[in-house]
């Protein structure tokens, strides 16, 4: 019979009845029972009451029940660290059985347990599994020696099991080889120790059993051999001849772990007759990873990338390869199209340009919108191509497409950055095209153009005043190039049509404007064409520098890093690892802190299962994180009285700027602590069967926004809201059931989002709702980067629910602000007046509130999460300043300055963050916490 079966609802009353099963004398009977706890396990359920039930079924003959029973303990050892203790001995005699699966398996499963009274008596099962006679249990025993460093180092130092793993690289079995030296390379990155160091007499032992292990095996070893000091170039010759073979491996990543031994050893040889005869070995290897699936082209492509930027010359003659073929999904010929820029020569400029020419006629507008950069892109690199990359611009030009149109005039502005005063002979067809042009970087690229070359258009004059008609409207990018080629003009042709435009120009970017860098841009113009005219020609119609085409290039630092970590994670974003990979080890276990557990981790975790098959709630625990001490962003006073402020010393008034304002601003105590959050209700014992709600989660359900109305749900009525819980993102649902019959099986997933927010866990622990009966359930909310949606922020959410019975449902909800803020999401003074400095131009908005009460707006954004670092009067203005910062998820840190005056209406809000686009969202929350 299939499994599924163990899959099904639970019913009334099961957990007895494992019990009794768990308990049986018949062994099938038994093993179907550990088989149900499982299946229970596996969907997320609390089955932790079972505890000793389950491990009295571990003295059995039966391996798989045995297994069964071992992957239990595993998940659950953590939780009863104590109950732990009692499989100790049966653990100790596994390892000892005359079954070496056996004995794996009991070493395996002790070194999982992260529970400290475990690992003391793992050291002698181990010890002898290490110098075991079957292979099998020794290879399995050197990974438990790692995991045993993950929880106790010094017990490995001690124990002498490091010493241990380097005699086994002399081991005769070539997977024991492997394992072994994947240990050591995962002891070695844990410590920050070298506890590997490959010798001539280890590498010869190493590639020995390169031909003869695993595919996994040999990517261990391939990947050790980057750190290999080579002696000479015959040195580098021996081990390129022992890994070449790999080349034509099946498994891909055999294959470019070896091509990364061989680029690894090219940079230490210098006979080029060599390196050339390496060069064409490994092109087919390359070549032949485009073969496979899309989503290993993706990788091997990535991977391929860096390899041309280092190495061009080994797919010089095989461009044709990296030809996007109508099926190729877009992500495979977004990375095909960068490499053929990277591959174009003066020998293959006319090939790739049929091909972008093809390419940018297709549907996919962002494919489209590629392909006429990547010509562009050509045209900048390839001097003597130039003019060929230009003549099939003009030809899409002629299309009339808009989007196409668009891009074309963008990157014949950087072909005339590039090739200045060589061909403007196209700018009249360029001024054809001035009314499809409605995007900001089109109408700066055009307006950019008209200006820099305005001396050679009879009506520039004429098509830079219908820019202007619009310039208040215009984004940011749109004015600062209209406030600059106006200025061009004038100093060219100094007419009064063009007098009376730049008076408007000026007076409209320093009047009517709130962005700070087009208004003091406009004040520097205006000064210098009223001070000294000919400073302004040499400042404003200085020749520009030639700029090249570095866009998708690397710098040769970061180039070699990624280079020595092809075939990793590393190589697809493009970044080292230890940007993004944590060091971080995981906590463990013991029997003494078992108690403080947090309940809400356990909840998140599995729901708990009662008697009767209804999931109980269990009462969270907040954590209450303590108060930072006060600081001084930038004054002498560290540990000032939080309670009352100091009056600041009058600045200069030339420092009337930012670096100025955050000068002397000082940091409340409760800024960087999140506010505790209440103690929670305690769990009614005599609930058994979860009928009735607490009245507080009735009170929490009837506030709850209506997601599902009855009558589109068919009866069921559901009713819910993103917000924080003990520093999570939860999906707080109540589910009222008005339809005809029970309903069971709820299961919840959402769409693609702009934080790639994802339920923890699908099932939605309400267990089965009855006719006219309602539960509520808290589902966690994490990150899963396949739901991560590309584009600008949107708060949207779009949910569906599954039911056994009515089918599915849909909805849209919205994602708040207030609980993406995340609690700990305080910084430091310094950093922020740092980081203030370097990020790009703030957003400003004007709020409608009246704030009277400083403290107690502070505290009202402290509630959601929005931390204010400083405070202090801004000198001349009668304003106050609050400077603030918050950090939303999965979206980084976004700093925040309100300026206000006590007791009257309007609040300034400027807004500075790496994302621009959460500005409306963040400045929404402001709004809604001080409102």
Known sequence: MADGKYFSTTKKGEIHELKEELASLDRPKKKEAVKKVIAAMTVGKDVSMLFPHVVNCMQTEDLELKKLVYLYLINYAKTQPDLAIMAVNTFVKDSQEPNPLIRALAVRTMGCIRVDKITEYLCDPLQRCLKDDDPYVRKTAAVCVAKLFDINPELVEDRGFLDMLRDMLSDANPMVVANALAALQEIQEISGKEVLQITSHTLFKLLAALNECTEWGQVFILDSLINYQVQDSKDAEKIVERVLPRLQHVNSAVVLSAAKVVLRMMEEVRNDELIKVWTRKMAPPLVTLLSAEPEVQYVALRNINLIVQRWPQILAHEVKVFFCKYNDPIYVKMEKLEIMIKLASEKNIDQVLLEFKEYAQEIDVDFVRKAVRAIGRCAVSLEKAAQRCISVLLELIQTKVNYVVQEAVIVIKDIFRRYPNQYESIIAQLCENLESLDEPEAKASMIWIIGEYAERIDNADELLETFLETFPEETS?????????????????????????????LSCATNETDNPDLRDRAYVYWRLLSTDPEAAKDVVLTSKPVISDDAATLEPGLLKILMEQISTLASVYQKPADTFVSRQRLAVQTVDNVGALDAVELAASSAPVSDNGVSAAVPAAAPVAAAAPAVDLLGDDLLGDSSTAAAPAQPPASAAGLDDLLGGLSVSAAAAAPAPAPPPAAADPFDMFGAAPSPVATAAAASLPVLLSGEKGKGLTVSGKLRRSNGR??????????????????????NN??????????????????????????????????????????????????????????WDDTIPMSALLEEHGTIDGQTFLNTWRTLPQEVTQRLDTTISDIEAAKAKLQASNIFVLAHRPVPGTGQDALYATGRVFQAGQVLLELRLVRGTPGVDVAFKSERQDLADAVIGAVRSSLS
């Open 477 to 505: 990018m749109v004015q600062l190039q209209l406030l600059t080629a106006t200025v061009k003009l004038f100093l060219k042709k100094p007419t009064d049509s063009v007098q009376r435009m730049i008076q408007l120009v």
């Open 729 to 750: 993102i939860v999906y707080q649902l109540s589910i009222a059931n008005a339809s005809a019959g029970a309903v069971d099986g709820f299961m919840l997933q959402v």
């Open 753 to 810: 989002n702009s934080f790639g927010l994802a339920p923890a866990d699908q099932v939605v622990a309400v267990g089965s709702l009855a006719p006219g009966t309602s539960n509520t359930a808290q589902v966690v909310m994490t990150y899963n980067p396949a739901k991560h949606g590309q584009g600008s922020v949107s708060t949207r959410l779009q949910v569906a629910m599954r039911t056994n019975q009515l089918g599915v449902f849909y």
